[in-house]
């Protein structure tokens, strides 16, 4: 009988046990987590490919509200951001395309995009803006073209030829300067994708910018895709125009255009020397930055187009001033007063820390490990944050190499945490 | 329902009647054995000259070689001097119709079957009857008028579904309610009974002729 009653006893416990931990060392557990390869400083460097969640800083946070209250200001403008190498530029692109979430911002470095300009930003404004705002803008372009018109007071039967020959009439008022195959072109995809049922799929291919070949052209009624010529700029002019939400386009690197033309450091050591081989006429390389830089101009052209700009020094941006008086004196008033992305204050790194553990607490779901430990930086402290906002001098960049440094011996060394933490203290 | 009190132009049981001239979506019921109905967009009623339509688009049934057929044809001018052939003309407010519109470009069905002539899908007879219903099933087909109960469906698509029921997508319709008043209503979907016993008739508009 009393054995029976122990047993039971024993049963009870051990189904209760998985509810009942008395303790856990987070402190252990978080090092241990860490030892199997997970770190929270992975990368250094931002990209306009991979989305960043990490906000700004306290001290950055105004930069927002100053760019957000220049695009509601005014529609046009190139606004120059200046900041050192390393002090967050692109990441500055991810923060605006996170806060100005009603505008379709979109990224392009010159340090990639060079040939097929129109294009190559045609097909990022797109990816941005997505299938469902782009139908809307196509619908209500078809409706301004007459496609809503109801017959006999009911019936919407579109004469596409009347649609087009009237958009065709509205359209080459408005661009005047646009080659007539260019509009026909736009004006057909445009129709076809809208109102052509046995067309739409193809015309939606076009219109995503895809590569066509001449047989899928010739159904659609087009002599070209939108790699031809001026056809997606025409395209990028006429979505941007007609868009409810405002576009921004940030545009890094942007003294490439310089860079590439006049190399700053006159006393550097040349060891290849364009005009050996091409004489002292213009290199290719010279040739190519001047026409990027006429297409910079044309995307000017379009109204509700923000281009926000960045460079690394002042000096940049005066040459640039330069050759925006050279070439086309009246679009220098178009570039505003440029922002200074300054370095981390001291305060800003344990900001940094304290956000980029929580966010990393949250990725591993152990989110309740925030507040778990009495100092709030574990496995680091602020004397050692302290001393890598000294060392580093503020710079984001260096500050993070330093953390991925720290973080990889933590993960790699067999000694123990205190040990590996001496040499920061 | 929408509050057509202001847009029944004329009612031949009610007794309203509206002088004027009139601009929007029309529709005008015909009270002749053929159960025609005219669509137009604009239209004028005076004591002296009766209803003037210009510019319409009748729909009705006639009999062809003893067989009954759909027919869809353009009035350039129609004087109807004895309103006792109209059983009411009513102008479809311009909210109803602005939600109508909406539902027309809608992309979700790239293969709707567009018919190039006037044609009847279903139409309830004792003599003449017609069924293609089970032909079109799971299709989906443009421009459908019908008569359903007592009242007019102009829709955008229909849809038979696998049980050979019409289902009507973006429908406008028109009847009269318990107290004989005059409504519209606009409705996303409507479908209709297996039985079909409240469905007199369905035509589907053919593209090429309201083209014309």
Redesign the interface.
């Known amino acids: 009988m009393d054995n029976n009653l122990g047993h039971r006893r024993i049963k009870a416990i051990k189904g209760n046990l998985p509810n009942m931990i008395l303790y856990e060392n987070k402190r252990k557990k978080l090092i241990d987590v860490l030892k199997w390869g997970n770190t929270p400083f992975k990368k250094f460097v931002s990209t306009g490919e991979i989305r960043e969640e990490l906000g700004l800083v306290k001290s950055r946070k105004n930069f927002i509200n100053t760019i957000e209250n220049i695009v509601k200001e005014d529609k046009n403008f190139i606004l120059p951001i200046i900041g050192d190498v390393g002090s967050g530029k692109t990441h500055l692109y991810w923060a605006l395309k996170n806060s100005l979430y009603r505008y379709n911002t979109f990224y392009i470095s010159l340090e990639y995009i060079y040939k097929k300009f129109f294009y190559n930003i045609y097909s990022e404004f797109i990816e941005n803006l997505e299938l469902a705002p782009l139908?809307f803008i196509i619908?209500q372009l078809?409706d301004e073209w007459g496609?809503?018109e109801?017959?006999?007071?009911?019936?919407?039967?579109a004469?596409l030829e009347k649609i087009k020959n009237y958009a065709f009439k509205l359209l080459s008022k408005k661009y005047s300067k646009i080659e007539t195959e260019i509009l026909t072109d736009i004006i057909c995809g445009i129709v076809a994708h809208?109102l052509d049922?046995y067309k739409?799929?193809e015309a939606e291919r076009w219109l995503l910018g895809e590569l066509m070949e001449a047989k899928e052209l010739s159904r659609l009624n087009l002599s070209n895709d939108l790699r031809k010529g001026k056809n997606a700029f025409m395209m990028l002019r006429l979505l941007i125009e007609n868009s409810k939400s405002g576009t921004i386009l940030f545009i890094d690197d942007f003294e490439k255009i310089i860079s590439i033309t006049e190399p700053k450091d006159e006393s550097a050591e040349e060891i290849y020397d364009p005009s050996w081989l091409y004489g002292p006429g213009k290199s290719p390389d010279d040739i190519a930055a001047e026409k990027v830089f006429n297409k910079i101009v044309q995307l000017q052209q379009i109204e509700g187009l923000c281009i926000v700009i960045t460079l690394k020094s002042i000096d940049a941006l005066e040459e640039i001033k330069k050759k925006y008086q050279e070439q086309n004196a009246d679009l220098l008033f178009s570039i505003k007063e440029p922002l200074f992305l300054l370095d981390f204050k001291e305060e800003d790194i344990f900001e940094f820390y304290k956000e980029r553990m929580r966010n990393f607490y949250e990725d591993i779901r152990i989110s309740d490990f925030n507040k778990a430990f009495q100092n709030p930086y574990f496995p680091l402290n602020k004397r050692i944050l302290r001393n890598i906002y000294e060392s580093t001098k503020g710079n984001p960049r260096e500050i993070i190499k330093v953390l991925i440094k720290i973080f990889n011996e933590i993960i790699y060394s067999n000694e123990k945490l205190e040990i590996v933490l001496e040499n920061y203290e | 329902m929408s509050d057509v009190n202001g847009n029944v132009l004329y009612d031949s049981v009610k007794g309203i009647k509206k002088e004027g001239e009139f601009v929007g979506s029309i529709i005008t019921r015909c009270s002749d054995d053929k159960d025609s109905m005219i669509f137009s967009d604009n239209l004028k009623i005076s004591n002296s000259e009766g209803i003037f339509i210009s510019n319409g688009f009748k729909v009705g049934f006639e009999l062809i070689y003893n067989k009954m057929s759909a027919f869809s044809r353009k009035i350039d001018e129609l004087n109807i001097k004895d309103t006792s052939s109209i059983e009411y003309v009513i102008l479809i407010p311009e909210d109803v119709m602005q939600v109508y519109d909406e539902g027309q470009f809608s992309d979700a069905f790239p293969y709707t079957l567009n018919k190039l002539n006037t044609s009847t899908l279903y139409l309830d007879d004792y003599e003449y009857g017609i069924n293609h219903l089970d032909f079109f099933k799971e299709e989906m087909l443009r421009n459908p008028v019908a008569f359903v109960g007592n009242g007019i469906l102009l829709a955008d698509r229909v849809v038979i579904d696998f049980r050979g029921d019409p289902v009507f997508y973006d429908a406008l319709i028109v009847g009269r309610d318990e107290n004989n008043n005059l409504s519209v209503s606009y409705e996303p979907i409507t479908t209709t009974k297996k039985s079909l016993t409240n469905v007199k008739w369905i035509i589907i508009l053919g593209i090429e002729e309201l083209k014309l």
């Open positions: 139908k619908n078809c496609a809503c109801r017959k006999f007071g009911f019936f919407h039967v004469d809208q049922p739409k799929i």
